[in-house]
């Protein structure tokens, strides 16, 4: 599914990391980990064509990744959450669906937030802000998501119904690379440690 050789990342002269080389297939997962400033989030930004490779190259499914747009491909799933305070629960899940396509209400069920759908944005509390996050990925299945730091911000029911939703992607072939500095519901998963280049 994702084969990447020899990546390279340099910012502003300096080498974040180098030589990085892994293979990721269908139902697989890859945990990133690492000290703050290995470039753990900054490798999650060049698999999503954020920023770009010094070296290396990435392939999708044996072709160049820039072939096919990461759009149909990826989700890419920050530190912010970028939602808009001033809209609702649903409004907010709606305006992704708008660009995904995908069911708000099943999404929002996902992460427990149905019953909070017409709440405005700015009235949740940190967690619920970042399952409202987490919730974009329950909308139009993509094989592959780009996952920083996912659990920041939730409890214990929060993690499970996550580790769920973690489950079924991967289950309908779905593949996932998580950087993280705790451990995370994804059973199997393989681990990358970078440890940077400077």
């Known amino acids: 599914m994702l084969e990447a050789n020899s990546l390279a990342v340099v910012r502003g002269g300096r080498v974040v990391f180098a030589g990085l080389s892994f293979n990721l297939g269908a139902g697989q997962a890859l945990v990133l980990t690492g000290a703050n400033g290995a470039g753990k989030s900054t490798l999650l930004r060049a698999l999503a064509g954020l920023v770009p490779l010094a070296e290396g190259e990435l392939r999708w499914r044996g072709a160049a990744a820039e072939a096919e747009g990461p759009e149909s491909r990826l989700r890419y799933l920050a530190h912010a959450e970028a939602l808009k305070p001033g809209l609702s629960v649903a409004e907010n899940l709606a305006f992704w669906a708008s660009c995904w396509g995908g069911a708000v209400e099943p999404a929002l069920e996902a992460v427990d937030l149905a019953p909070l759908a017409g709440l405005p944005a700015r009235l949740l509390s940190a967690g619920q802000r970042r399952r409202l996050a987490l919730a974009r990925l329950a909308l139009a299945p993509v094989p592959l998501w780009l996952l920083d730091e996912p659990t920041v911000g939730l409890d214990a029911a929060a993690i499970t119904r996550f580790g769920a939703l973690l489950a079924r992607h991967r289950a309908a072939g779905g593949a996932v ?12 998963a393989g681990e990358l440690r970078l440890r940077g280049a400077a």
């Open 177 to 188: 690379v998580a950087a993280t500095h705790v451990p995370l519901p994804l059973e199997g």
